[in-house]
């Protein structure tokens, strides 16, 4: 499925189950390693976009875990890098205010 943030349009999933699936095709790309877009775009914005649930994430993260490939999440806040899933992944800290 495609979807977009922003003006970017990228392939996108909804639910857990469809993230090996999702790593794979990235990775037959030719991508290197997976970024996960978590953000709603509210702290920089001021918009309320959709954007993944936190049991996807952890799939996604797992899923290129079991390629043996880095998952790196683009965050919004520092709140959404609090939860575990957010976490596992490497941040981009961006928006971290102690910068």
Do not use: C
């Amino acid at each position: 499925m495609d979807g977009g943030w922003a003006v970017l349009v990228t392939p996108t999933i909804a639910a857990p189950e469809e993230a090996s699936a999702f790593v794979a095709a990235r990775l037959a790309e030719g991508s290197d390693f997976i970024k996960i877009i978590y953000d709603n775009a509210h702290a920089s914005f001021g918009l309320n976009l959709p954007t993944l649930k936190e049991d996807t994430i952890a799939a996604l993260v797992s899923a290129a875990h079991a390629q043996h490939r880095l998952a790196v999440a683009h965050i919004g806040t520092e709140q959404q890098e609090r939860p575990g899933v957010a976490r596992r992944a490497v941040s981009d800290r961006r928006y971290r205010k102690d910068r």
